[in-house]
């Protein structure tokens, strides 16, 4: 099967990133040597995702070779086209299930700007999160369920599960949230919904919570009152997102093995049709949100999605926490 070749060759690679680690010449910034690694991990993962199911052993080790050869931009460029890609796919199946008038012709041409005739939120379905998520399965194949983690810790509490069957590459998730500038002073660092990615952005999904039931203008505020931010920001978002739970994912449990991980995606404000189903606020005005979408690491059906909390051994870990990478962790980490 051309999968299996495919991570047979990628685990070859794997060893050689650990290899590269012990060097001297990456000792001085094991973080940027991890953010490479996982930077050609997701180049492989989601261009073999786009080539689709007819796929032949030869189109992974061409993936292989490219990834083996193209430069850590050029790797970044196409991770960001391939996710770009599903996000287009995944819009266009929302905008089926929630959009009053299925003839987007118009649509196209809109700039967003509120009108007499053109309310702020535009009117959609009065479907319900759970409906939408049913519709959502129907047409990309999988959705997401929140319920009773199936890790055999008592502080697992509440998992995310995969509804349906998802290739590897695939986007699983988003994670929701306000998005603050490195080194912003109001972030709570006790919060367990904050996020980092590798350029410092932090992404706080607790104002999220489990979405919503409707289309409505937000500004990153919770409806629950013991849980408040500062953005000064708003847009209009779809809270009926069946993606965007990433937040609810947990670290595997002893014996098990992650089986998604992150990806930074920078979403352009410019794509105002897609605008709506990307499930983040952020301060400042920049023209890109920097987000972070979840991606499969391998073919997935009915199943509890799992991602590496990559925590490091220099700080202390609580006591559900068991280490998948011993080095990969400490890299993440530095």
């Known amino acids: 099967m051309a999968f299996a070749k495919m991570f047979f060759l990628f685990s070859k690679f794997q060893q050689g990133v650990g290899v590269l680690a012990k060097s001297t010449t990456f000792a001085k910034n094991p973080r940027q040597l991890q953010y490479e690694a996982d930077i050609n991990k997701l180049f492989m993962f989601t261009s073999y995702n786009r080539l689709g199911r007819d796929a032949e052993e030869a189109d992974a080790e061409e993936i292989i070779e490219m990834a083996g050869k193209a430069t850590l931009s050029e790797q ?3 991770v960001q086209e391939n996710v770009h890609c599903q996000l287009e796919n995944f819009c266009a199946s929302m905008d089926e299930i929630l959009l009053l008038n299925n003839d987007k012709t118009e649509e196209l041409k809109a700039d967003n700007v509120p009108t007499a005739d053109k309310p702020l939120v535009p ?10 998520s049913k519709l959502l399965k129907d047409r990309i194949g999988y959705t997401l369920e929140i319920k009773k983690s ?3 810790h008592k502080e697992a509490g509440q998992g995310c599960f995969i509804e349906g069957e998802a290739d590897v590459g695939a ?3 988003f994670y929701p949230g306000v998005i603050y500038p490195p080194g912003y002073p109001n972030v ?5 919904y904050l996020i980092t990615r590798y350029d410092g952005m932090v992404i706080n999904a607790q104002p999220w919570g489990r979405g919503g039931e409707s289309r409505q203008v937000w500004n990153g505020s919770s409806t629950k009152p013991e849980v408040r931010t500062d953005a000064n920001v708003e847009a209009v978002l779809e ?9 609810f994912l947990n670290h595997p449990g002893k014996d098990m093995d992650p089986n998604v991980m ?11 049709r897609m605008r709506a189903y990307i499930p983040n606020v952020a301060l400042g005005d920049a023209p890109i949100l920097k987000t972070l979408v979840l991606v499969a ?3 997935l059906c009915n199943e509890e999605l799992m991602l590496n909390y990559r925590l490091s051994n220099s700080e202390r870990r609580p006591e559900w926490f068991t280490p998948v990478d011993e080095e990969e962790d400490g890299r993440r980490c530095n």
């Open 297 to 299: 690491t391998r073919a």
């Open 239 to 247: 809270m009926r997102n069946p993606l965007a739970f990433g937040h």
């Open 150 to 152: 199936l890790i055999p």
């Open 262 to 272: 992150v990806c930074p995606y920078d979403f352009p404000l410019s794509e105002k």
């Open 76 to 78: 970044q460029k196409q």
């Open 171 to 173: 986007l699983l998730a």
């Open 188 to 192: 709570d660092a006790q919060n367990s």
């Open 123 to 132: 009117e959609t379905k009065p479907l319900k999160l759970a409906e939408v």
